[in-house]
């Protein structure tokens, strides 16, 4: 069950084993993951035995050691699924992190030297690399909750704090964090802002993903406030 304590335990890993997922893993990952494709109707793959994904120019890599990876593709102008990518593939990086295996979001990859299907007009548009690290990971800086929050109501409520700590532990591209939570006067309806750019979107749809399972494994009475 993923709750806070795997949120917690989840850290980008960029150094694995080099060997395949096991049979059973896979298949568990697989199931994840088209469930995750069927909910959110975006084209989402689990792809094995492909470390060529993670090959850049003259074989540099960021991520060694990986053959698995999990695979989003898109039409080609649609920067408009990013959200939904980060909070569905969030989904999938935290029920890998259950499964005891590794992760990280890759924006920097071979995108063309996916094996995902891709049909004529749609590409990848980005990556989470899958498998056993050679570490789990380790902390790293995050801005403060003040920096990133702001209470509009007299009392914050205790569940604003835990829910704010795993919007904190949510990876973002280059560690950017370039979002802003607002609790809101009747101390119950949460707004998630993030610049459109770049990708911040799916950054923001990672946070939003990590914030509501906290706020709900709190038991809070709250709600995002509806977007336009
Ligand atoms: C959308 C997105 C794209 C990312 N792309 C890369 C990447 O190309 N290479 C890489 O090494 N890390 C990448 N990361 C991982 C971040 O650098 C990492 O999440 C961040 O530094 C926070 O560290 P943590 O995940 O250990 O909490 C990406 C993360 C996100 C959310």
Redesign the pocket.
Known sequence: MITVETIRER??V?EYDGEPLAQVEFDALGAVVEECARESGLDIQLVGDNPEVFNMIARFS??RGCRTHVAFVVDDAKASADEAIGYWGQKIVLAAQDMGLNT??????SRKKSRAVVAPGKKVR?VIAVGHGKTH?FS?KTKSAEALSAVECANTPAWFAVAMEAAQ?A?????NQNFKITLLRDGKTVRIEAPQSG?NM??KG?VRRNFEIAANEAGADWCWEREL
């Open positions: 850290h980008s960029r960021l991520i990280c979001w890759c924006a920097l990859c980005l990971g790293r532990l990876p973002t591209a280059m560690n990708l799916i950054d990672i």
